[in-house]
C-alpha cells in the first residue's frame, strides 16, 4: 500500500473515532427535572437525585433543577433531602435525542400531618381513616432524638407509658400496666415479632434495627387481637425500616455522654439494578449503668453467694442485614437477618435482677408482597450465653442466688394475608396466623416441665372495609384463635365506624373484643427464685411455679394438721400433717448434730412425753409475703380455708373508644 493509501486510511480511522463518540452521543437522550416542595411549590436546591442502577447521582442547584444524560430506556428516580420524605419515580422514559422534563414534588416531613400507616388495619391507609388511635414517629424524628433504644423515641407518644430501668433498658407500654418484664405491647419489626421467644419480653436494647435505619415508627392504641392475634390486647408497636431500594448510602452516627456513654451506629445500602438492593447496618453500645444495691443480693452475699455482685458496664452489639429484590413490577421479596449480643448488663425481671452475660438474640425473615398479597415466615432464636454444664461464669445469672439460667428457645411463625375489592365501597382483607413457641431451658426456668411446654398457635381472620357515605366508613373484623394449651379456642370481634368530614379531621366510634393468652412462663414456670435463710445457717429454697392446666390443689388428706393440711418439710420426707410438733424427733437430731455435747441427751428428748405437744408449740397458718413491710420476717399470720388455684385462661377485654383526630 502506498502512503497516499495508507494516509487516507489513518484519517479514515481517525476521523472514525472521533465521529463515534458524538454517534454515541446524539443516540442518548436526557431526563432534566426539578424538585419542588409539595406544599408550596417552591424549588428546593441541595436535593439528591438518583437513577436507580446506574451508579449517577447529584444535588439540585439553586434552582432546585438536575440533568442526566442516559441511554434510551426505562429508569427509576430517588429524591432525598432531610426533613422530606424520600420519594421515588417509577416508569421514568428516556427516547433518543429527546429530552424528558420531569417537576418531582417532595412532602416535608414537619408537615406530614396524615402519614400512611399499615398497623391499624394491616394495610396501607392514611392515619386520620385509621379505626384506631394511632400515632407516628418519622425518621426526621427520630434522627433529632439521642437515644440507646428505641423506647427513648415514642415515650413522648399520647397513651405511651415508658420506664427507664437502666442506662440501656426500658419498658414501653400503652396505656398503662407498665412493669420491669412487660410484654403488653405487641412490638414488631418489618411485621415480625420482636420479642424474645418463650419469655414473651420485648427487651428493646436487644432489637438488631438501629436508628439510622428506621423509615417509621407507628404505635396503635388499644386491642389489635381482631387482625394481629392474641396478646394485642394493649396495643401494638410496629417498627418499619427503610428499604435499600428507596433509600441508598452511608451513614454513621456517633454519640457520647454521662456515665461513660459511647454509642456508635451505621447503616450503608446500595441498589445495583432498580430490582435489587441490600443494605447492612449495625451498632456497639457501652456505657457504666447505675448503681443499686439489692437488699436480697446482700443477703445471698452474705450467706456465702459471692458471685452476687453486680456487674455495672453495659455492652452490647447489633448487626443487621436485608435483601430486596423487585419482582414483577410490584412485587417484593425480602430476606432477611439479624443478630443481637448483650455483652455485659443488669436485667429487671419479676424475681429479681439477672446478671446478663452473653446474651445473644438472633432472626432469620423471609417475607414476599405483590399488591395486596402478603406472606411471610420467620425464627427468633434466644441463647443466654451458656449450655447446660457449662461454666458457671460463662452465662447469665440470678443475682439474688447466684444460680446460671440457660435460654436456647426459639418460636417459628408463618403469616399468609390477601385482599381484594368488591366495587368501588366494599374491601375484605382476610389471613392465617401459625406460631410454634419450643422453650429451651435446660431445667434452669422451666424445671419439672421442661419436656412438656411447647406451644402452638393458630388463627384466622376477615377484615371488611365498607364506604357507607362518601365521607363515612364502616370497619368490622372478627378473629378466631386456637392455643394447643387451652381449652376452647378465642374469638375477637372489633367494630368501627369512622366519619372524616374534611382531609385533617375524622371522628370514630369502636368497639374491640381482645384477649391475652397465658404466657409460657405463666404455664410452665419452675424457677428458683430465692433462698429464705433460717437459724444455724440453714436455708430453703422458695421457687417461682407456672399453673399447670389441671391448677393447684392444696391437700387436706392429713388429720392431725392445722385444717387437716398437709405441709412439706426439709427435715421430714413425703406430706405431712400441717403440726409443727410431728418435726420434734427430726429437731432433736439436728441439733444433736449441730453440738456434740448435746448426744447423750437426745435419746431422752426422743422418749414418749417428752417432746411438747400441738397446744404447746402454738402451730399456726402463715403465707409468705414477698412485699412484706418486714423483709426479715415474710411470713404474716393468716386465718381462714385456703383456695385453691385455678386452671389459667384467657385474660379477655372489652373496649368501647371514641375518639377524634385533627
Not at 312 to 340: E, K, M, P
Amino acid at each position: 500500500m502506498g502512503f497516499r493509501s495508507r494516509l487516507a486510511a489513518s484519517l479514515f480511522i481517525a476521523l472514525a473515532i472521533g465521529i463515534a463518540p458524538s454517534t454515541v452521543q446524539g443516540q442518548q437522550g436526557t431526563i432534566d427535572g426539578t424538585v419542588t416542595d409539595a406544599e408550596t411549590g417552591g424549588a428546593l436546591s441541595g436535593a439528591a437525585v438518583e437513577v436507580l442502577g446506574q451508579d449517577q447521582r447529584q444535588g439540585t442547584n439553586a434552582s432546585g433543577r438536575f440533568s442526566f444524560t442516559l441511554d434510551p430506556g426505562t429508569y427509576s428516580l430517588v429524591v432525598t433531602l432531610i426533613g422530606y420524605e424520600t420519594t421515588r419515580i417509577d416508569g421514568v422514559i428516556v427516547n433518543a435525542g429527546l429530552d424528558t422534563e420531569l417537576n418531582i414534588p417532595v412532602r416535608s416531613q414537619a408537615l406530614a400531618l396524615n402519614p400512611i400507616v399499615v398497623t391499624a388495619s394491616r394495610r396501607q391507609e392514611k392515619a386520620l381513616e385509621a379505626p384506631a388511635s394511632i400515632s407516628t414517629v418519622s425518621s426526621a424524628e427520630v434522627a433529632r432524638t439521642v437515644a440507646t433504644t428505641v423506647a427513648d423515641h415514642v415515650r413522648a407518644l399520647p397513651g405511651v407509658d415508658a420506664a427507664q430501668t437502666g442506662i440501656n433498658q426500658g419498658t414501653v407500654v400503652a396505656r398503662g400496666f407498665n412493669n420491669v418484664f412487660s410484654g403488653a405491647l405487641l412490638a414488631i419489626i418489618d411485621n415480625r415479632y420482636a420479642r424474645i421467644p418463650s419469655l414473651r419480653f420485648n427487651a428493646y436494647n436487644m432489637f438488631p434495627t438501629n436508628d439510622l435505619d428506621l423509615d417509621r415508627i407507628e404505635v396503635s392504641l388499644g386491642p389489635g387481637a381482631a387482625l394481629y392475634g392474641p396478646n394485642a390486647t394493649n396495643g401494638v408497636m410496629h417498627l418499619i425500616t427503610s428499604s435499600p431500594l428507596d433509600r441508598q448510602g452511608s451513614s454513621i452516627s456517633l454519640a457520647g455522654g454521662e456515665r461513660s456513654l459511647f454509642h456508635g451506629q451505621f447503616r450503608t445500602a446500595h441498589a445495583p439494578s432498580e430490582n435489587f438492593g441490600f443494605k447492612i447496618s449495625g451498632q456497639y453500645m457501652q456505657g457504666n449503668d447505675w448503681e443499686y444495691d439489692d437488699p436480697a443480693e446482700v443477703q445471698a452475699r452474705e450467706a456465702g453467694c459471692a458471685r452476687c455482685v453486680r456487674d455495672n458496664q453495659a455492652r452490647r452489639y447489633t448487626v443487621d442485614g436485608r435483601l430486596d429484590f423487585r419482582v414483577g413490577g410490584d412485587g417484593d421479596l425480602v430476606l432477611n437477618a439479624g443478630s443481637s449480643t448483650l455483652v455485659t448488663g443488669v436485667d429487671m425481671t419479676g424475681i429479681g435482677a439477672f446478671q446478663v452475660k452473653n446474651w445473644g438474640y438472633n432472626y432469620l425473615q423471609s417475607r414476599f408482597s405483590k399488591g395486596r398479597l402478603f406472606a411471610q415466615a420467620f425464627m427468633n432464636i434466644t441463647n443466654s450465653g451458656a449450655d447446660v454444664g457449662s461454666a458457671a461464669d460463662e452465662g447469665t445469672f440470678n443475682l439474688r442466688t447466684g444460680v446460671p439460667v440457660v435460654d436456647q428457645s426459639r418460636t417459628m411463625a408463618f403469616q399468609f394475608q390477601y385482599g381484594f375489592d368488591l366495587g368501588s365501597r366494599q374491601s375484605f382483607t382476610y389471613g392465617v396466623d401459625w406460631q410454634r413457641t419450643d422453650p429451651r431451658s435446660g431445667g434452669t426456668i422451666f424445671g419439672a416441665n421442661e419436656d412438656d411446654d411447647i406451644v402452638s398457635e393458630v388463627g384466622a381472620y376477615l377484615h371488611s372495609e365498607t364506604t357507607l357515605l362518601d365521607n363515612v366508613d364502616l370497619v368490622a373484623a372478627i378473629r378466631v384463635d386456637d392455643h394447643s394449651r387451652l381449652t376452647d379456642p378465642n374469638i375477637s370481634p372489633r367494630a368501627a365506624l369512622v366519619f372524616t368530614p374534611g382531609e385533617d379531621q375524622s371522628f370514630r366510634v369502636t368497639y374491640n373484643r381482645s384477649f391475652s393468652t397465658p404466657t409460657t412462663t405463666n404455664l410452665f414456670l419452675d424457677i428458683l427464685a430465692g433462698r429464705i435463710p433460717l437459724p444455724a445457717g440453714i436455708s430453703y429454697d422458695v421457687r417461682a411455679r407456672g399453673v399447670p392446666s389441671e391448677g393447684f390443689h392444696f391437700s387436706a388428706a392429713c388429720p392431725g394438721g392445722v385444717n387437716s393440711y398437709c405441709m412439706y418439710s426439709p427435715i421430714a420426707p413425703g406430706g405431712i400433717p400441717a403440726n409443727a410438733a410431728v418435726v420434734w424427733d427430726h429437731v432433736v437430731d439436728l441439733l444433736g448434730s449441730l453440738d456434740p455435747q448435746l448426744t447423750l441427751i437426745v435419746p431422752l428428748l426422743k422418749m414418749p412425753g417428752a417432746g411438747p405437744n400441738d397446744p404447746q408449740i402454738g402451730t399456726v397458718l402463715r403465707m409468705l409475703n414477698l412485699a412484706a413491710e418486714d423483709p426479715a420476717n415474710p411470713f404474716e399470720p393468716f386465718s381462714g380455708s385456703l383456695s385453691d388455684v385455678p386452671a389459667l385462661v384467657p385474660t379477655t377485654n372489652n373496649t368501647f373508644e371514641v375518639g377524634y383526630k385533627g
